[in-house]
């Protein structure tokens, strides 16, 4: 395996041991077990949609505590606004520059995937997160939560709000971003399966053309004047969800729609604080960048290939993980803030 650079041989063990160490259960009844496999020297590269955001720059964080702890490298680095054309260029830089491991959240997944490809046909592993690559592009998926969570989350918020009954738009992402696309695919047929839900009518969703701050704020303009009898909007994304709550607030709606969705909870804190949302939701961040760091360190060594039903653990109490149809693992569950919670998280 190449990217085994150092061994720490324990006492006399051969070196059958050894490779037998790397494989154990890094986590045991809880407790951190010593890690018999460092990377020295190996270096890896994260890549978020775009740089500049609390929840990348988290999973970051996150990812580069466990990167330390296994003897791995981390480099960090991305477009500063929305675009597969540039994150295609990181590809190639970090495949050049002889990175062993890749973790991406794809601003389009078509777009670049042919590029992961190639970098794997050199030797890259390549580990998604927070927003999938085409699975052939990829080893593992790490989500942050699951999409079914989501989805229930999000209708639980709005509708609790409004006795469930009356209708609302998504302001989503960019239309190409996968993860929005299966979220409110996932949110739609619940809406259509579930009789909690069925006096809740879902009116459009809305997809700006980049993932700024400044379009979430024009659309979520275009939105309260084209359909001013909705209840409220769910905005499945950080950047949306504060910009829409900017607006509400500006144009003094507090008490006519409710905005709620998946927000960072710095982000949030003024709307929340203020009254104007009650409720918004999101994952771990950084829990999700160290799952992923962890997830890449088992297919670095070659014991994480994606196939369903294989199980691993990892350090620090992060605990062990078992992947999912499509290589796909979760990384947690998604958390509800409001005024009774949001000062004891920071993330």
């Not at 270096?43 to 990812?63: E, H, S, Y």
């Given at each position: 395996m ?5 061994w ?15 494989a154990?259960?890094l ?34 964080q996150?990812?580069a505590k466990?990167?330390k ?27 050049a520059?002889g ?25 890259m ?22 999409a079914a969570?989501?989805?229930q989350?999000?209708l ?6 409004i006795?469930y009954r009356?209708?609302?738009v ?13 979220w ?33 704020v024009?659309?979520?303009q ?25 607006v ?5 709606l507090c008490?006519k729609y ?11 804190k003024?709307?929340?604080t203020?009254?104007?949302?009650k ?14 760091m962890?997830t890449?360190?088992y ?20 605990g ?22 949001l000062?004891?998280?920071t993330?």
């Amino acid at each position: 395996m190449k990217v085994l650079r150092n061994w720490r041989l324990l006492g006399t063990a051969s070196a059958a041991l050894v490779v037998a160490a790397v494989a154990t259960l890094l986590t045991v009844g809880g407790a951190t077990a010593r890690i018999a496999h460092r990377a020295s020297g190996t270096t890896l590269f994260m890549l978020p949609k775009f740089t500049g955001i609390p929840p990348f720059t988290q999973a970051d964080q996150g990812a580069a505590k466990v990167a330390k702890a296994y003897g791995y490298t981390l480099k960090y680095g991305g477009p500063t606004t929305g675009s597969a054309t540039q994150q295609v260029n990181f590809i190639n830089n970090a495949a050049a520059a002889g990175d062993k491991g890749l973790f991406i959240s794809a601003d389009n997944p078509a777009a670049v995937s042919p590029a992961l490809n190639r970098a794997r046909a050199h030797g890259m592993k390549v580990v998604s997160f927070d927003s999938d690559v085409e699975p052939n592009a990829r080893t593992v998926y790490v989500e942050g939560t699951s999409a079914a969570s989501i989805a229930q989350t999000e209708l639980n918020m709005l509708g609790s709000q409004i006795h469930y009954r009356g209708s609302f738009v998504i302001l989503s992402a960019q239309a190409t971003d996968s993860n929005q696309v299966l979220w409110n695919n996932v949110l739609k047929q619940d809406l259509k399966k579930d009789k909690k839900y069925k006096n809740m009518k879902l009116l459009a969703i809305v997809n700006p053309p980049n993932d700024g701050t400044p379009a979430a704020v024009q659309y979520t303009q275009s939105i309260i004047q084209k359909y001013p009898t909705m209840k409220g909007i769910i905005a499945p994304t950080t950047v949306a969800v504060a910009a829409a709550a900017q607006v509400v607030k500006q144009q003094h709606l507090c008490s006519k729609y409710v905005v709620t969705g998946l927000g960072d909870p710095q982000q949030m804190k003024p709307y929340v604080t203020s009254g104007c949302v009650k409720q918004f939701a999101l994952w771990n961040f950084a829990r999700e960048g160290e799952v992923a760091m962890c997830t890449m360190h088992y297919v670095l060594i070659g014991k994480v290939t994606g196939k369903e039903g294989q199980t691993y653990s990892c350090p620090d109490g992060l605990g062990k993980f078992k992947v999912g149809p499509q290589g796909t693992v979760k990384a947690g569950n998604a958390e509800v803030f409001s005024k009774k919670n949001l000062k004891a998280f920071t993330f």
